[in-house]
Structure formats: structure tokens, C-alpha cells
């Protein structure tokens, strides 16, 4: 067999330093397996992660309602579970989404007068050729408070001829509420 033909599973030996023969295919081998078991390892570690965190989430959504802080922070109330009364104001946002297996539809942000401030409610979302029935009833609300943070630098601004937003930003749906 002539030696430059030789098979991918070929041995390459060569000497060493020391003058002991070593195998390329061997410390190749032995290389890979320590960084697939370390791979391994930090996968199994981020998994108990990312598990503690869904579990806090989880135990803080399905706690008991409080009132509406009078200065909630998203470090210390994310997820918080509310009860506030109020009145649902007439103006509302459309905000472009798509739902798996359902399709494009509009996740609707609509403003509640409480008895000291105006909040954002989300209040769902509707199909694209969905009218949608927004009552302005009092009425009590149990939520969770939440700061989505969906924009990025590929969000376009909003389309306010038409009333079409790309992306929940609750500093600029606040002023678009006020508009």
C-alpha cells in the first residue's frame, strides 16, 4: 500500500521529546473527551441553574395578591402578584405579535385608572381580523407585574397612522397612551 494513501483511521506516530512514540489519534481522542465531559458538566450545572430560577418565578406568580406598591421597581416586584381596582380608559395599544399555531394577532395594552395613578393592563391577544371588544367597566383586576423589555436595535418604531407597535416598551407605551 503505498504510505501517502493512507486511510482516515490511520495511526500517526511520532517521537516525542523524551523519545517515547505518541499517538496523534490518541491525544486527539483524550482531548475531545475531556472537553465533551466538561461541556457535559456545565450543562448539567446550568440546568439546576435555570431550574432555581423557574422555580422562584413560579413561587412568586402564584403567591397571594397585595395591593399595587406606591413605587414598584422591576428588581424588587418582578412578577408580583396585584390586585387593583379602577377603570379601564377608552384609548388602547395594538402591538404586533404571532402566536404558535394561531398566527399573526395583536397583544392589546390598554390604560386602568386606579384611584391614585394610571397603570398598563395587557389585556391579551386577539387575531389580526379579531374585533376587539374592550369594555370601559370598573372592574377589579389580579395580575402580575411584569417590565417586558422586547425592544432591540432591529424593533422598528411604532406605525401611529395606523396604530400598529413592534414591541412592548413600557416607557414609550406609556407616552403613547397619552398621546
Known amino acids: 500500500m503505498n504510505e501517502s494513501a493512507r486511510s ?3 495511526r500517526v506516530s511520532y517521537l516525542g521529546d523524551s523519545g517515547a512514540a505518541h ?3 490518541s ?4 482531548g475531545r473527551d475531556c472537553s465533551l465531559l466538561s461541556l457535559g458538566t456545565w450543562q448539567v450545572q446550568r440546568l439546576a441553574w435555570k431550574e432555581g430560577i423557574l422555580a422562584e418565578i413560579d413561587a412568586k406568580i ?19 402578584p396585584v390586585e387593583v381596582s379602577g ?4 384609548t388602547r395599544i395594538r402591538v404586533l405579535v404571532s402566536q404558535k399555531l394561531i398566527g399573526a394577532g395583536y397583544r392589546i395594552i390598554q390604560p386602568f385608572q386606579t384611584a391614585d395613578r394610571v397603570i398598563l393592563i395587557d ?6 381580523d379579531q374585533t376587539e ?3 370601559n367597566d370598573t372592574a377589579t ?3 402580575n407585574l411584569h417590565w417586558p423589555d422586547e425592544v432591540d436595535e432591529y424593533t422598528p418604531e411604532p406605525d401611529l397612522t395606523r396604530d400598529i407597535w413592534f414591541a412592548r416598551d413600557v416607557p414609550a407605551l406609556g407616552k403613547g397612551i397619552e398621546r
Open 8 to 10: 482516515p483511521t490511520s
Open 23 to 25: 499517538n496523534f489519534y
Open 27 to 30: 491525544d486527539y481522542r483524550s
Open 62 to 80: 402564584s403567591g397571594t395578591p397585595t395591593t399595587l406598591p406606591l413605587s414598584p421597581s422591576e428588581e424588587a416586584h418582578k412578577y408580583q
Open 87 to 90: 377603570r379601564f380608559l377608552e
Open 123 to 128: 389585556r391579551g391577544f386577539v387575531k389580526i
Open 133 to 135: 371588544d374592550l369594555r
Open 141 to 143: 383586576v389580579l395580575g
